[in-house]
Structures are given as structure tokens and as C-alpha cells.
């Protein structure tokens, strides 16, 4: 297992049309995390899951998007409806309960056209 | 609400100096944890180093240290003898102990750090 995995690196989409990414953990990590990055600025939480419960999500989470992440194994995150203002680094965390150190995939960036 | 603040968007060390990277955060909370996180230029956020608040001993990683002043809520990351490939983004990560049932990061705008040969 090499680290957290999320496909795809690059999205470009026009405004309005729906978009899902995908996030592999490590296999043994039973918390994945969702976080978003706009330019010049840092992380931001987006939602998170414990094994296949989702059991926090952010106010910036709005009813565009979903998370999902079937039989505690890999997430999904998909944005209905796109606007310029999707336009961010997705990126994906995964860690053990018992840890508080994430490891960090290498995002998926989307541009809303 | 917990808040991160770090106050210099950008740095520049000499190759072999020593920088240090200021973060100062705000809470209510007594139990928690940071972190100081580094993201080269298209790649991966990396952990660097974490503090947890209830150790007093500052948390040292090889060339990296950190001064945590609990009372002040100062958490400043020293950096020694740089390299060019510390070259990156450094962010500053906040995160409650999960007494208040959250385990979410919250980070700092970050600060570019840029190694001089």
C-alpha cells in the first residue's frame, strides 16, 4: 500500500455539470477525511468518516454535495451542479483512530469553466 | 470557535541558516494537539512535526523544533541548517483532543517558504 490515493488529479468541468472524485486510504486506516483548498489558503474541513459513518460534516458542505464512503473502504465526493466557486484542491486524509497525524493524498484540483 | 493564525505569508532563509515560522492559534480548549504540516509545489501535504498540549518538552524531528508556549497559544516552527528542498508550503494545523467530539484539523493560510542557494 503506497499511501492515500485520489482520482482524478485534474478535473475540468463546465459550470452546472456534476463531478465525483474518488479517495483510496491506506487500507488500514479506518478514518477518512475530506478537505478543501482554494488558493492562498489552507485546508479547509469538509466532512469526515469513521469506517463507513459519516459522523461530522462542515457548514461549507452545502446540499451540491454528498460524500459516501460504501463498506468503510474507499470515499467518494460528488458535487452536483457546479459553480466557479467549486473551483478548489480537493483533498483526501486518512488515519487510524488511535493516531491524530493525517496522511494526505495528492488532491484532485477542479476548475469550473 | 478555534482559530490558527500565521502572520508571515512568505520567508526566505539562506541554504545552511536558520528560519523560524510563527503560528499563534485560539481556543478554550485544554487537551489538544498541532501540528506544523509542509506542501512542496504540486505534491502531497507532509506532517513535519506535532505538539501535544499536554506535554510541556518542545517536539523535535531531526532539523525541526518546535517552540510551544501554551500560555501564550504560540506554536513556532525552527527550522536549522535549511536545505533547498525545505522549499514549500508551511501550514500550521490545530486539532482538539476529541472530548468535544470533533477531530477535524484547522489550519492556518500558510506561509511559502523560499530556501536561497
Known amino acids: 500500500d503506497t499511501g492515500v490515493s485520489q482520482d482524478p488529479r485534474h478535473k475540468i468541468t463546465k459550470r452546472g455539470q456534476n463531478v465525483t472524485f474518488r479517495c483510496d486510504p491506506i487500507?488500514?486506516?479506518?478514518?477518512l477525511y475530506w478537505y478543501r483548498q482554494t488558493l492562498g489558503q489552507g485546508p479547509e474541513f469538509l466532512t469526515y468518516?469513521?469506517?463507513?459513518?459519516?459522523?461530522?460534516k462542515s457548514r461549507l458542505l452545502s446540499d451540491r454535495f454528498s460524500a459516501e464512503r460504501p463498506k468503510g473502504s474507499f470515499s467518494t465526493l460528488e458535487i452536483q451542479r457546479t459553480e466557479q466557486g467549486d473551483s478548489a484542491m480537493y483533498l483526501c486524509?486518512?488515519?487510524?483512530?488511535?493516531?491524530?497525524?493525517?496522511?494526505f493524498g495528492s488532491g484532485t484540483r477542479l476548475t469550473v469553466v | 470557535a478555534q482559530t490558527v493564525t500565521q502572520s508571515q505569508p512568505e520567508m526566505s532563509v539562506q541554504e545552511a541558516e536558520t528560519v523560524t515560522l510563527s503560528c499563534t492559534y485560539d481556543?478554550?480548549?485544554?487537551?489538544?494537539?498541532l501540528f506544523w504540516y509542509k506542501q512542496p509545489p504540486s505534491r502531497q501535504m507532509i506532517l513535519v512535526i506535532r505538539?501535544?498540549?499536554?506535554?510541556?518538552q518542545n517536539a523535535t524531528e531531526n532539523r525541526f523544533s518546535v517552540n510551544f508556549q501554551k500560555a501564550a497559544k504560540s506554536f513556532s516552527l525552527k527550522i536549522s541548517d535549511s536545505q533547498l528542498g525545505d522549499a514549500a508550503m508551511y501550514f500550521c494545523?490545530?486539532?482538539?483532543?476529541?472530548?468535544?467530539?470533533?477531530?477535524?484539523?484547522?489550519f492556518g493560510t500558510g506561509t511559502r517558504l523560499k530556501v536561497l542557494a
Open positions: 486524509a486518512s488515519s487510524l483512530v488511535q493516531t491524530y497525524g493525517y496522511t
Open positions: 487500507s488500514e486506516h479506518n478514518r
Open positions: 468518516f469513521q469506517n463507513e459513518a459519516q459522523l461530522e
Open positions: 481556543t478554550s480548549e485544554s487537551d489538544y494537539y
Open positions: 505538539q501535544e498540549a499536554y506535554k510541556q
Open positions: 494545523a490545530y486539532r482538539s483532543a476529541g472530548t468535544s467530539g470533533t477531530y477535524k484539523y484547522i
